[in-house]
């Protein structure tokens, strides 16, 4: 079965003039595609690409921001039996450079000037099997005469007609190139069947109702294997996804969109569950009790909810003043009408999750891999268990293996790293179970969860083992620390290097009248490095001796996409960092 063919022919027939996707241009206002007319512009794009000499097989690479068009050439590219291969739009010439040489993709979608420039310089280099360049906006100015064409023009005169190659469930459908902390970027080969028995899965794990009437907005990176696959199993179940093209315009987009569901990282949850405390604690000592009071009655409410026991009339009438007073501000702000938010990418601290599921909104914490098109376990609505990353999905196997590694068999796992079997065979057991790479275990309910990357463990020089992943995340749960990377390896105790939440630092410097020259002086000065000391030693007061982070370093400005410091997804690349910045770090010690 063709997933191009499962999404769209499905919906068309379904509800043609419901709405299927939603986008925005610039200052215009929000418009929506109906699915017969999103259906007809898919398949006006995919014989283009057809009657532009793309063939089954071939590889046709998706280089831009999130937006409506990229997600019609996902589908159109699927939909001919291409190969499509994603590559985040923040990639520098280099890194975009190996993906199109490793893939030997033949055609791609762009989205700016910058990512066009770059393809134009491919194109024209001799080893390269790039043919055709696709520009989804005409404010790019492009060169024509080297086969490049704005989208709108490269199917004004092609059929709507669909014609869809058949698939088998095995036939590969996407090459993802992960993003690596660690190593070369690798092509995982996620097939047609992989999405098609996920989705699947998803729906017979939650029995979502009406699901049709949902409606998702889509700001993190298409690129990644969690957004592109949250997004198509919306559109595969029929519910709207609207685009947002630059995420920083999330908190505009929420409140002018009204999503009901939408994926998110837990930096997301950390920075509104931050802002709110931090509001709260900065209010009348009046106002700072009735916010206390209502999260208690949404607490008391949500635990009765979450293990299935009717809520007391009392009790329902107390939540609905709560609501009214607190919870429903809180909830404006993100649109009002959100109720159901997957949360993947890395964990995320029980606090958060208990705090959101009391205002009433569940966030529904996962695990998963690329390789595992996304999902191995996820929180189901009712009976789950905070601080845990929820049960396995149907049909998908858990083991812990050697050195408490969490290993997994099922339908959506892999097929293999594109041109890498020497790769592929290191990451498969002898019995054929997938090694994640993840230390974890199981909790007396079935509940997965995970200790750390087997990778990222640190032994300090006391012989201890410290997680540094749970013990970040921890300390990115106050507003005031953007990000953060531990270091404890071979060292007598726990230092860190912290880049500050400049925006409510720049705050504080105010209300203490402290001089602003620069963060490079900032971040010097003894009163703001007696804040870090302050906060640090809040957050960590429950965490034993030796896994308290005993000196830290405030560093001037954040970790960089561009000079390899964090992945694509914000994930520290710990190598590099540790590199570039020993000098700092043997100062600590």
């Known amino acids: 079965m063709n997933l191009a063919a499962a999404i769209i022919l499905k919906n068309v027939e379904k509800h043609p003039v419901k709405s ?17 007319k999103f259906g007809e512009i898919v398949f006006k794009t995919a014989n283009a690409l057809k009657n532009a000499g793309i063939q089954e097989n071939d590889k046709v690479a998706i280089y831009s921001d999130n937006s409506s068009e990229w997600m019609i050439f996902d589908l159109a590219s699927m939909a001919v039996g291409a190969i499509t291969v994603p590559v985040y739009a923040t990639n520098n010439a280099e890194q975009a450079e190996y993906i199109f040489n490793d893939s030997s993709a033949k055609a791609v979608l762009v989205g700016n000037q910058e990512q066009y420039d770059i393809c134009l310089e491919l194109l024209q280099k001799e080893e390269s099997q790039l043919k055709t360049i696709i520009v989804s906006k005409k404010s790019v100015w492009i ?4 086969n490049s064409f704005y989208l709108e023009d490269f199917i004004a005169k092609s059929s709507p007609k669909p014609e869809i190659c058949k698939k088998e469930y095995d036939d590969t459908a996407t090459l993802i190139y992960t993003s690596g902390t660690t190593g070369t970027p690798k092509g995982v080969m996620l097939t047609h069947g992989n999405f098609i028995r996920a989705f699947d899965s998803h729906f017979e794990f939650f029995k979502f109702k009406n699901f049709e009437e949902e409606l998702s907005l889509a700001f993190l990176p298409l690129t990644h294997v969690f957004e592109r696959s949250w997004s198509l199993l919306c559109l595969y179940g029929g519910a709207r996804v609207y685009f947002l093209e630059d995420p920083k315009n999330i908190a505009k987009a929420l409140e002018e969109v009204k999503p009901t569901m939408m994926c998110a990282v837990p930096r997301f949850f950390q920075k509104v569950y931050a802002g709110v405390l931090e509001k709260a604690e900065e209010s009348s000592s009046v106002k700072k009790k009735i916010f206390d009071w209502a999260l208690a009655i949404g607490w008391q409410t949500a635990e009765l909810r979450r293990n299935e026991m009717p ?16 919870f429903s501000k809180i909830k404006e702000k993100m649109g009002g009408r959100l109720w159901f938010l997957p949360c993947g990418g890395a964990s995320l601290s029980p606090e958060v999750t208990k705090f959101f599921d ?9 695990y998963g891999l690329t390789e595992t098109t996304a999902t191995l376990t996820l929180f189901p609505l009712t009976h789950f268990e905070h601080g845990t990353s929820g049960k396995p999905l149907p049909g998908v196997e858990i083991r812990i293996g050697e050195g408490d590694e969490i290993q997994a068999k099922g339908s959506g796992i892999m097929k293999g790293y594109y041109n890498k079997p020497e790769e592929t065979q290191k990451v498969f057991t002898e019995d054929g179970w997938f090694k994640t790479g993840d230390a974890g275990k199981f909790d007396d309910k079935g509940n997965l969860i995970i ?9 300090t020089s006391n012989g201890k083992y410290v997680a540094p992943q749970q013990i970040e995340n921890l300390l990115t749960n106050n507003n005031f620390i953007q990000q953060i990377m531990l270091v404890a ?10 880049v500050p939440n400049f925006e409510f630092l720049r705050d504080f410097m105010k209300k203490n009248t402290i001089p ?14 007696a ?18 982070v005993k000196k830290f370093t405030l560093m001037p400005a954040e970790f960089d996409i561009n000079t390899g410091e964090i992945t694509p997804t914000l994930k520290v690349k710990r190598n590099v960092v540790l590199k570039k910045y020993a000098d700092i770090i043997e100062k600590m010690y």
């Open 311 to 326: 809520v007391p009339f009392g009790l329902k009438l107390k939540e609905s003043v709560a609501d009214m007073l607190v």
């Open 531 to 548: 804040l870090y000391k302050e906060k640090i030693k809040e957050l960590q007061v429950h965490l034993p001796e030796y896994e308290k």
């Open 20 to 36: 299927a996707i939603g986008f925005k241009k610039k200052d215009e206002a929000w418009k929506e595609l109906s699915w017969k």
């Open 489 to 498: 390896e071979g060292r007598q105790f726990v230092s860190a290097l912290i």
């Open 143 to 146: 060169k024509k005469e080297f």
């Open 358 to 366: 009391s205002v009433g909104i569940h966030v529904t914490v996962g």
């Open 516 to 529: 602003f020259t620069s963060w490079e002086e900032a971040v010097k000065d003894d009163k703001i490095i």
């Open 451 to 459: 200790t750390d990357r087997i990778k990222d463990l640190m032994k």
